[in-house]
Each structure stands twice: as C-alpha cells, then as structure tokens.
C-alpha cells in the first residue's frame, strides 16, 4: 500500500509541474543578423606544377619523369622557396594499352604523371617561379590562388563589427517598436568556406619560349575581402 502511495505522489507532483510551465507566457524574440568585412591583400600564393612522361619501357618513362622534377624542384629552390613548402600533390604510374578490333588488350607502354605543389610567400617572385617551372619542364601549370594563410588573424575584426552592427540593427527596431531588449538568448556565425582569389582561371601549358613570350606574365595579387555573419536572438520585453 505504501509502494502505490508514493507512485501517486510523484504522479500529482509532475502533473503540477507540467500545469505550472502551461501557465507561462510565451518566450518572445527578435532575430537579427549582423554582416562586416575586412580587406586585406593575400600573403601567399599556391600553385601547382604536372609532369608527365611516357616510354616503352617502364624504367625510361620513371626516369624521365623524376629527372625533370628534379629540375623543376632545383629551379623553384633557387628563388628562395623553402623544402616545407613544397610537396608531391599526386603521383600516377600506369601501363598504357590499345586495345584491338577483337577486344585484346597490347601492352604500348607506360605513362608517368607527377605534380608538385608550391607555396610562394614571396609574391614579387610568383611570376619568377611559374616561368622557371615551366621552362625546366613543367607541362601543366594548375590554380594559381592568392590567399592568406590564417584568415582567422583577419577576421576577429569583422567578426567583432559583425556583433555590433547586429546589436545596432536590434537597438533601432527595439526603439521603432516600443519594446526593451533583453540579454541575447543565442548566438552563432558563419563565414566562406575559403578566401581566395584566383589569378588565372586557365591553365598555363608549355613553356613560355614555345608561345614566343619574353617574360613571365604578370600576375596581380589583388585584395581579398573576408566576411563573417552573425546571428544574434534577444529576448523580447514590454517597456
């Protein structure tokens, strides 16, 4: 009996409870959004150099391949670009096969394809580096982007003017409508998923000497402009 008594209770106790939060007003608020952006020019530049090669035999097509990589390497290196910022991206070696009128398969030989990626901090000599690259033998010259390479340095600012002109924007409708902010409930952000600035949307192939140009392009740097948006919720009070 005195097990069924203290179900009851507890019973009684939550329906209670469950009246006592029915009985509360409703929670009301205001959404807003608050957008700033910062300009700031990049200070490093990515870009991307393929090899490819192609033999009879598996060794001469390896071979060759590693020997213009090298030189592509050595020739970045002597404008300053350290080991740290240079890596092997992707590698492919492969038999390459025709295939007959009757479906069998013979054995052409083998292709090799390589690619370097390169971080320039340097951006006087980014030009200087794509023309040495492709002149020691580089076929394929990939996304050269300008960024920055901590962005977030950047965009604490915007962030932090991002907050204020959210809280401006929930001042002025508190004022317009006659009604008290309260403390904000919520708070969340967003920003780009990158910042970067694209010099050439085209690839580069060949070598400059083969086009007739005398000098590297020009390629400009240009400003990034990094945003951040805030999402502010206030509470909602009568005056």
């Known amino acids: 009996?005195?097990?069924?008594?203290?179900?009851?209770?507890?019973?009684?106790?939550?329906?209670?409870?469950?009246?006592?939060?029915?009985?509360?007003?409703?929670?009301?608020?205001?959404?807003?959004?608050?957008?700033?952006?910062?300009?700031?020019?990049?200070?490093?530049?990515?870009?991307?150099?393929?090899?490819?090669?192609?033999?009879?035999?598996?060794?001469?097509?390896?071979?060759?391949?590693?020997r213009i990589m090298n030189a592509i390497n050595a020739a970045i290196r002597a404008h300053g670009v350290e080991g740290k910022d240079m890596r092997t991206a992707y590698f492919s070696f492969?038999?390459?096969?025709?295939?007959?009128?009757?479906?069998?398969?013979?054995?052409?030989?083998?292709?090799?394809?390589?690619?370097?990626?390169?971080?320039?901090r340097d951006l006087s000599k980014v030009s200087a580096v794509l023309d040495t690259a492709v002149t020691a033998g580089a076929k394929d010259v990939q996304g050269i982007n300008f960024t920055v390479e901590n962005p977030k340095k950047y965009t604490e600012e915007a962030r932090r003017d991002a907050l204020k002109a959210a809280k401006k924007k929930a001042q002025e409708a508190a004022e317009l409508l006659g009604f008290r902010l309260g403390a904000p409930i919520s708070v969340s952000e967003s920003e780009p998923w990158d910042y970067t600035y694209y010099a050439q949307e085209k690839q580069y192939l060949g070598g400059f000497a083969e086009t007739g140009a005398d000098q590297a392009p020009a390629l400009e740097a240009g400003e990034l402009k990094l945003t951040r948006t805030v999402y502010v919720t206030y509470e909602i009070l009568d005056k």
């Open 1 to 66: 009996m005195k097990r069924v008594l203290t179900a009851s209770l507890a019973i009684l106790l939550f329906s209670g409870l469950a009246w006592a939060e029915d009985e509360k007003p409703e929670r009301r608020t205001l959404v807003v959004t608050g957008t700033a952006e910062v300009v700031v020019a990049p200070d490093i530049c990515y870009m991307s150099f393929a090899v490819e090669s192609s033999s009879k035999k598996a060794q001469e097509a390896y071979e060759e391949n590693v």
């Open 94 to 120: 492969s038999p390459q096969y025709r295939y007959t009128d009757n479906g069998k398969s013979i054995l052409e030989g083998y292709y090799v394809y390589n690619t370097l990626q390169v971080s320039v």
